[in-house]
């Protein structure tokens, strides 16, 4: 029988096909076990190596950071605001700490905890009114304060060009206003069309327990009647007041604040041709240890008696003559503007403080060498030749040149200077024969170094050609080891100093 099946191909075929599903249906479950096996596996493949890429991060250096420093390291390094090019005055928008939560998880739970990562409010109205709501909209100034707990607020308001943007501005200032009393500082820029926004900031009266410092800037700073607004500060210590136009010549507004706790003091005073300005003022600031003081088109004040203030160690005058009525027995660092050198030694005289740094401006070689003598522990020195002086200024380069005895050295304890010629001192300098100047300083800085004193220099020449630099003279120097920068108009980035020997061809 098996002979005749052999023989038959349909009964073999047959035998063949039932065979043939016989296997398949052996093998049709291990197969489909099989597959889901394999896709299992593959999951769980994926799953492990995202754990060992999740293991990997958190093992990471910045990982194992404590949120506490990872956020004070934020506090320190992090931009409040990114530029937005080509808008009104290239507008500054808020980004820190908006766009840590788009880093990472752990990022954000250590942003969202961290109250005093939020309690910087920087808010511009610079841009166009048409996207400007959309650029810092209400609810983001709202969720910012929420964030900030109960921290401090430090508040900047660059509010200028304000046009159709005053109702939302007014929303802004509405808010801040209730928050008050956690105001640690404020810093305010503004302009005209502003009276209904600076009536609602005047609501503050009152209610600053934490207000440490206070700065407004305006070209109608003048205008802005303060009156006591700060008078009631507890811990205000820093008042600054001034004009971003001091051109413009409007009366002074007087203002009450807590004078016997201020420490630091900017204002920016002008008159008008009925009055005249008294310095009075300080008499009432004995705490004084930073002042600054701006005049426009005054005339001599009529004050009668000398001012002592027992605490000022840095001053900063626009009008020499101020200096007449003042007395500093710890002043450490003056700044005079302009040309009226001729009344610092005999104000330090009747002083009796002993100055370590000293900028000045437009002043003349022959009273600069003379008081320099009088400066033995002057440590940091800057000046500045503006035009129209044309009284040369290499004399005194020379004079400072470190000389063999130590008696005879003007400034021997000089570790830095730092250096402004102005035209028209370089006018000449741009057909050759003024290069002496460089000459002159050059010679200064390798007798000064080599001498130990000297340890930085700054040396920026307001003009756009280097013709007659000695740059080998100065590159000898920072090769040594002085810290020296040499730059004018043409390279004035830091960068691109003309020391560098591919910033130096034509």
């Known amino acids: 029988m098996s002979g005749s099946l052999q023989s038959d191909p349909l009964a073999v075929h047959a035998q063949a096909l039932a065979l043939l599903a016989k296997l398949r249906a052996t093998t049709a479950y291990p197969t489909a076990e099989t597959a889901a096996i394999l896709t299992k596996t593959i999951t769980a493949v994926k799953d492990i190596e995202g754990t060992i890429h999740c293991s990997n991060a958190f093992s990471s250096p910045v990982s194992r950071i404590p949120p506490e420093i990872l956020c004070d390291c934020f506090r320190r390094t992090l931009p409040h605001a990114r530029i937005i090019r080509g808008t009104f005055h290239n507008t500054r928008v808020p980004t820190a700490p908006w766009r840590l939560a788009l880093v990472c998880r752990y990022w954000r739970e250590a942003a969202l905890q961290d109250a005093q990562l939020w309690s910087s409010i920087h808010i511009s109205s610079t841009a166009a009114p048409s996207p400007f709501s959309k650029i810092y909209p209400l609810p983001a100034l709202e969720t910012q304060i929420l964030r900030s707990g109960s921290a401090p607020l430090d508040i900047f308001l660059r509010w200028v060009h304000v046009d159709d943007m005053g109702p939302l501005l007014l929303r802004f200032a509405e808010l801040l206003v209730d928050h008050s009393v956690r105001w640690r500082s404020l810093k305010f820029i503004w302009d005209e069309g502003m009276e209904d926004i600076l009536l609602t900031l005047s609501r503050v009266r009152g209610r600053l327990p934490l207000l440490e410092s206070v700065q407004i800037r305006s070209p109608f700073a003048s205008h802005l009647d303060i009156g006591d607004v700060f008078t009631i500060a507890p811990q205000l210590q820093e008042f600054i007041l001034t004009s971003c136009a001091p051109n413009i010549n409007v009366p002074w507004r007087p203002f009450s604040a807590p004078w016997q706790q201020i420490t630091h003091l900017r204002a920016h005073f002008v008159i008008d041709g009925e009055e005249s300005l008294k ?228």
């Open 279 to 506: 310095i009075s003022i300080l008499q009432n600031i004995p705490n004084l240890d930073d002042c600054g003081i701006l005049m426009d088109d005054v005339i001599m004040a009529s004050q009668s008696s000398i001012i002592v203030l027992p605490c000022l160690r840095r001053l900063f005058v626009s009008r020499g003559w101020v200096l007449s009525f003042l007395e500093t027995p710890k002043l450490e660092y003056l700044f005079v503007k302009p040309q009226e050198d001729h009344l610092i030694l005999p104000f330090l005289r009747r002083s009796g403080c002993q100055l370590t740094g000293l900028k000045v401006f437009q002043s003349s070689s022959p009273n600069l060498i003379h008081l320099l003598t009088h400066l033995p522990t002057l440590a940091h020195f800057e000046i500045s030749f503006y035009q129209p002086h044309n009284k040369p200024t290499a004399p005194l380069f020379h004079a400072m040149a470190a000389s063999t005895a130590a008696s005879t050295m003007l400034c021997p304890h000089l570790e830095s200077m730092c250096i402004d010629l102005f035209p028209p001192e370089l006018e000449l300098f741009r057909n050759g024969p003024a290069s002496h100047i460089y000459r002159a300083v050059a010679a200064m800085a390798e007798s000064r170094w080599a001498n130990g004193s000297l340890k930085r220099l700054r040396f920026h020449a307001h003009t756009d050609t280097h013709a007659g630099m000695p740059v080998d003279r100065f590159n000898a120097l920072r090769g040594q080891g002085l810290d020296i920068l040499v730059f004018n108009d043409r390279y004035s980035n830091s960068e691109e100093m003309i020391l560098n020997p591919d910033m130096i061809c034509p």
